[in-house]
């Protein structure tokens, strides 16, 4: 039971949730699916604030991690050993469900430590016997940490669920051209199922467009909160909010590339030359740029949580 209990307790360290999220990002998107101790290092730029080593850190947290008793690559990703390989015999993990990756440590953090947190509300009580100076410093000192984290988690929030969809508007440009090409070769089989064709090119619509207004609305709010972040943050240079200009670019782009739309519903743009197209490409650069960029503004909100 206990050592079911370990690797959740060690996300309260100083500096660990923001060495989990290093680790799951530079695991996942990397092609080669295990690293070595000096690859990792070299990747990172040193070694985890939280403890030793990555390999360390990794055998700390199995929930997320695998490490082989042997060898030089050692390090990898659970979630790589169960996906299919493509065409390059490589396991890619799709950029969303890294972003679900990286919410579920948040999601392990924060639990571990609202359950830290209990003990520390009770001590204003307890300290009562002392007097009452320092029982009301306790209570302002608490209530003052409380809504600083409840801050930070509401920030976060967004951010992670910009990340999910992030990704998404090539990814559904692409199906509603499929879709609708499928459609089309149908009827030219079936005229007789016209009418319940139409109702399902309906469907894929509104399916688009369903799609198209989450990807706006999580990244409106993430952006606002982009905007407002902290001076001292790594994300700003030289008088620059590099957050900000990134989703300020993807979104940008991702508008572009929805002009794309009629000439792919009606094959003007064949479908396979549909990813090659300009607006395609730049749309999805834009996106993986914000993507990143994202992550690492996770990484640095949660480095500094304690």
């Known amino acids: 039971m206990g050592l079911r209990k370990r690797p959740f307790k060690s996300y309260t360290k100083p ?3 923001q060495d989990v999220l290093a680790l799951i990002q530079v695991l996942g998107l990397d ?7 000096s690859g990792l290092q070299d990747e990172l730029q040193g070694v985890p604030r939280s403890t030793a080593s990555w390999t360390e850190l990794a055998q700390a947290h199995p929930e997320f991690f695998r490490v082989r008793a042997e060898g030089e690559h050692r390090v990898s990703l659970v979630s790589r050993h169960v996906t299919p390989k493509n065409e390059h015999d490589i396991r ?3 950029a969303e469900f890294i972003g679900k990756l990286v919410q579920a440590a948040i999601d392990l953090h924060d639990r571990q430590v609202r359950r830290d947190e209990r003990w520390a509300y009770w001590l204003p009580i307890l300290g009562g016997l002392i007097s009452a100076i320092v029982v009301i410093y306790s209570l302002w000192s608490q209530i003052r940490q409380q809504n600083e984290l409840e801050r930070k988690r509401v920030e976060a929030t967004y951010l992670a669920k910009a990340l ?3 990704h998404t508007p090539s990814d559904v440009v692409m199906k509603l051209a499929i879709d609708n090409h499928e459609f089309k070769n149908r009827l030219k089989v079936s005229p007789e199922t016209k009418v319940a064709n139409y109702e399902a090119g309906r469907v894929f619509n509104e399916s688009f467009q369903q799609s198209t207004r989450a990807y706006s609305d999580a990244m409106t709010k993430a952006s606002y909160f982009a905007e407002l972040i902290e001076p001292e943050s790594s994300l700003r240079k030289g008088g620059r909010n590099e957050l900000f200009e990134v989703m300020v670019r993807a979104q940008d782009a991702t508008v572009a590339l929805y002009q794309l739309v009629p000439d792919a519903i009606s094959e003007r743009i064949p479908l396979a030359q549909l990813s ?3 607006l395609y490409v730049r749309a999805d650069a834009a996106n993986r740029e914000a993507g990143k960029a994202m992550v690492r503004r996770l990484q640095e909100l949660y480095g500094r949580a304690h």
């Open 92 to 94: 890619p993990l799709p």
């Open 15 to 17: 500096g660990r949730l």
């Open 276 to 278: 090659q197209q300009p």
């Open 164 to 166: 999910d969809v992030v």
């Open 31 to 37: 092609e080669k699916a295990h690293r070595s101790e």
